[in-house]
């Protein structure tokens, strides 16, 4: 079975400031790892994902996000936070063999202050 | 251009009452799913059709029947409506199946309110 933690329900950070959002994963094959965001009242924006390769991913908007499978984790991050960054941030994985279903973290909310 | 567009996007209804919520993505994708965001926000898939055919039903009550007349349309209708269904649906389409390192594309999302 698979699984996704955020262990943070809400993250602050000021603008300009490098932000951090976590994620562990728990698998038993190979994981595929995605971010999402979503903002209110809005649907989910695809972010970036890991596949195989680099452990560094880079994707929309300057997030990036790292792949540690000794940690088990993808945690997001962005260089300086900016104030429309403020946003619920889903992480979300799904094994090689799941028929697609992707089973998502319960999400962190991120406000980014002036 | 939408990309994934749902209908309607408020839905405001008595308890035992019966509706239907449209999706339809225009990216050409094979597959298609419905998720159920609760007041928490947290994302639950309930079902996932691929090429029209039902892949994926994840103990949903079979008060909810999906309908998925073609590859580009994926419908979900609701019988006898409760008051713990009351929540935001989101549908979404990727590309491939089995080819599941696909991104979804999510709907803007319909929010249901069971009175």
């Known amino acids: 079975a698979q699984s996704v933690a955020q262990p943070e329900d809400q993250v602050n950070v000021a603008e300009g400031n490098p932000l951090t959002v976590k994620c562990t994963y728990s698998?038993?094959?190979?994981?595929?790892l995605f971010w999402y965001v979503q903002y209110p009242n809005r649907g989910l924006q695809f972010l970036l994902k890991y596949i195989t390769g680099d452990n560094l991913v880079k994707g929309s908007y300057g997030f990036e996000a790292e792949f540690n499978k000794s940690q088990t984790s993808f945690h997001l991050k962005k260089p300086s936070a900016l104030v429309s960054d403020s946003a619920l941030y889903f992480c979300?994985?799904?094994?090689?063999?799941?028929?697609?279903?992707?089973?998502f973290g319960a999400g962190t909310q991120v406000v980014v202050t002036p | 251009d939408t990309a994934v567009s749902q209908t309607p996007k408020y839905l405001v209804t008595q308890m035992g009452n019966d509706k239907s919520i449209k999706c339809e993505q225009n990216l050409g994708h094979d597959t298609m799913y419905w998720y159920k965001q609760d007041s928490k926000k947290f994302l639950k898939i309930m079902f996932s059709y691929n090429n029209k055919e039902l892949i994926i039903n994840e103990t949903v009550p079979n008060r909810f029947s999906p309908k998925s007349p073609d590859k580009a349309h994926l419908n979900l209708h609701i019988n006898s409506l409760e008051l713990g269904d009351s929540a935001v649906y989101f549908c979404a389409s990727s590309q491939g199946l089995m080819s599941s390192y696909n991104e979804q594309f999510f709907g803007p999302g319909t929010r249901l309110t069971v009175l």
């Open positions: 979300a994985v799904r094994e090689t063999d799941s028929w697609g279903k992707l089973q």
């Open positions: 698998v038993s094959g190979n994981p595929y």
